[in-house]
């Protein structure tokens, strides 16, 4: 991104970079609007403290009639007493860091929180909420989150977007596979949902929420019984054939259809086409794995590519994330050694995110273990914003209002999290502070240069973090390292030398500030394919299609596919009979922007609305515009029915929002439950059932 700052040091304008290979000169709509994000009357500037006797509740939208004005060293004096007091009286376990990527710079993400928090000895916090389940079942089947570059999608002749709504929130590839398909590419789209992509599509497949397993299963099945596999690239880079193959044999597309709501027909020719076509790529992302059974879908779908030998040919293979080739020294930057020289002793306990609404009401944090370690008295939330994002909305509020848990929220907004907070502290946004950068949907390192002066108060979570350790007394020199230390202890191997990526040996601090992004090298050929050839990062050096790892682990070492306990084939249909899809709007990025007028206005088509087939909306006696109630045993929403054939009959669909913005204070997750993946422990936002009635 390109900044213009003027003569008065205010920025006037953000534009992509057309010198940069994937932005090319353009941004996204949410992004390029991002100027209104920074100088918004409505951010938060100056330390706010709740004033005595105001309720914790939820507000109005940019009420801050609850709070007063206070400055940081008050605000950090008193945070700091309050972490102290609750450490020595129950445990600094007691204390909850909860965060996650609302700011994605290497610092900002988790560099001085982290040695802070382990130092202190509170919770850790598993950050599963996401990407977890996919990312560790990718890292099943390949060993490292690698894949199809962007620019290499020029080359199929089929993309597959499984799960990925390219057009609305990939909008960096869509000139890729534009190219591609004025070449000659097919298009097809596998989503619940028929999305912009799904409507620029060649072929929609409108699969049944978490039915993605048994449909790459299904594909296998047609592929290995009519010969299209590739036995060179099985018999050199793959484990565990035999045992797939007998696997796959009992998942007919007779059987698959009954669970997808496909035909038989039309899995046999997307299996033949995918099989028959080269070069095929799929782009796999991660709605797929946000159902029970999310993490064998991402990972048997990641098999695909390996069974037709595609990772082979330029344009082929898949792609779900590419951060696996930013191995930062995440030791150094994080110090979790740090842990030891805590009150504890010890390593501290782990507490997973996606089920805060328990941690924060239950006499333990873990429901399977309630002995886990105290209560939480004090949480601390910063890039994130539980309050509107986290599963089991109403169990979390009921937490979050609890009069004695202490929270301190680091923000740049009154959000659904503030108005339950003691303390708010002015954020800096990403042109505030100086960062350096992964990705995940490309292959370079990226400086991220301070663009103007923070306005107001506003501070980084560096310097949130360097100031409590002050306070608290943590004298460890790693507390007094500044932002270009910390950049450049990321950038440095370990002691021994074994962390640092060789892809990454070329780039230094000096030359990333001057140059401002600079490619990763992945071998001395430059034009390498990903698992083409070669040891894999996996236990056998293979492709697992087998895994000993999960079968050590008293878990089925193959794919196979497993009824959400919230769908359609459930017994919890009979009382909710319909599958509820809280998808994420296409202009805001989760909750992130939407509060903002511009953004509100770009989404204005489905805000607030819930999207329903006619035929349910019909045996309901809805029609077009009818206020209703979306509700199950976990809680109700009310929103306005659009009668909709995006999606398919016996599925409804609502988008993520703030509660504080509705009707009636509610959002998604008041639906949403608290269970987790099949893998990686992650949310199951997709795996959800409701019922639907009509409001008088």
């Known amino acids: 991104m390109l900044v213009t700052v003027n003569e008065t040091g205010r920025a006037v304008k953000v534009v992509g970079d057309p010198s940069h290979p994937v932005t090319q000169g353009f941004l996204c709509g949410k992004v390029a609007k991002y100027l209104d994000r920074v100088y918004s009357p409505q951010r938060v500037l100056y330390p706010l403290k709740r004033k005595s006797g105001a309720a914790k509740q939820l507000s109005n939208a940019h009420d801050s009639s609850s709070f007063e004005r206070v400055s940081w060293d008050q605000a950090l004096d008193e945070i700091a007493e309050r972490l102290r007091l609750t450490a020595e009286r129950y445990g600094p376990e007691s204390i909850l860091p909860y965060s996650y990527a609302g700011t994605m710079g290497l610092l900002g993400y988790g560099s001085m929180d982290r040695r802070f928090f382990h130092r202190l000895g509170a919770s850790q916090l598993d950050r599963t909420i996401c990407a977890e389940a996919g990312g560790q079942a990718w890292n099943l089947v390949y060993g490292r989150k690698l894949g199809t570059r962007n620019e290499d999608f020029t080359h199929a002749k089929l993309i597959l977007a499984w799960g990925a709504n390219i057009h609305g929130n990939n909008i960096h590839l869509w000139p890729f596979v534009e190219q591609a398909r004025r070449s000659g590419a097919r298009l097809v789209v596998i989503d619940p949902y028929r999305t912009r992509t799904a409507g620029l599509a060649d072929w929609h497949i409108a699969i049944r929420p978490g039915t993605d397993a048994a449909l790459a299963l299904g594909m296998m099945h047609v592929i290995l019984r009519d010969g299209l596999e590739d036995r060179s690239y099985i018999d050199e880079m793959t484990y565990g054939f035999a ?52 993490g064998t879908a991402v990972r048997a779908i990641a098999m695909l590519p390996a069974l037709v030998g595609s990772w082979r040919e330029r344009g082929g293979g898949a792609q779900l994330s590419l951060s696996g080739g930013f191995q930062w020294n995440r030791s150094a930057l994080e110090r979790p050694d740090l842990m030891l020289a805590s009150p504890l002793g010890r390593t501290s306990r782990v507490v997973n995110m996606s089920r805060l609404g328990h941690a924060l009401t239950a006499l333990g944090c873990d429901p399977d273990d309630p002995g886990n370690g105290p209560p939480v008295h004090a949480l601390i939330v910063y890039n994130s914003n539980p309050g509107a994002v986290a599963p089991n909305q109403n169990l979390v509020r009921r937490g979050l209002q609890r009069n004695d848990l202490f929270t301190v929220v680091h923000e740049q907004f009154l959000t659904d999290t503030t108005d339950f907070a003691d303390y708010v502290l002015p954020a800096t946004t990403f042109l505030e502070h100086e960062e350096i950068q992964g990705a995940y949907g490309h292959n370079f390192v990226q400086h991220s240069a301070q663009a103007i002066t923070a306005l107001g108060e506003a501070r980084s979570n560096v310097w949130l973090f360097t100031q409590l350790a002050a306070r608290m007394g943590f004298d460890e020199p790693c507390f007094r390292d500044t932002p270009r230390q910390m950049m450049q202890q990321a950038l440095d191997p370990d002691e021994s030398g074994l962390s640092r990526n060789p892809g990454m040996a070329h780039i230094s601090l000096d030359s990333l500030a001057s140059e401002g992004y600079i490619a990763l090298r992945f071998d001395a050929k430059p034009d390498a394919l990903p698992f083409e050839s070669g040891a894999l990062e996996t236990p056998s050096g293979k492709v697992e299609f087998y895994s000993d790892q999960l079968a050590a682990a008293g878990l089925d070492p193959l794919p196979a596919f497993v009824a959400p306990t919230e769908s359609r084939h459930s017994v919890a249909a009979e009382k909710f009979p319909l599958e509820f899809l809280p998808r994420k709007a296409d202009h805001y990025m989760n909750s992130t922007f939407a509060n903002l007028d511009g953004h509100r206005r770009m989404e204005s088509a489905t805000a607030q609305k819930l999207e329903i087939h006619p035929e349910d909306a019909a045996a309901r006696g809805i029609v077009d515009g009818d206020r209703v109630c979306v509700w199950n045993d976990r809680g109700s929403i009310t929103l306005v029915a659009s009668i909709s054939s995006r999606i398919v009959s016996g599925v409804v669909s609502a988008r993520l929002d703030w509660g504080k913005l509705s009707s009636d204070g509610q959002n998604v997750n008041a639906l949403t439950s608290e269970r987790l993946t099949d893998i990686g422990a992650a949310a199951t936002f997709y795996s959800t059932l409701v019922e639907v009635t009509r409001l008088t």
């Not at 696997?247 to 035909?263: F, I, K, L, N, Q």
């Open 243 to 294: 045992a797939l193959a007998e696997r796959v044999r009992e998942y007919t597309p007779e059987r698959v259809a009954s669970w997808t709501g496909m035909r038989a027909a039309e899995i046999e020719q997307l299996a033949r086409e995918y099989a028959s076509t080269s070069p095929a790529a799929i782009r796999l992302n991660y709605g797929v794995q946000r159902s029970e059974n999310g």
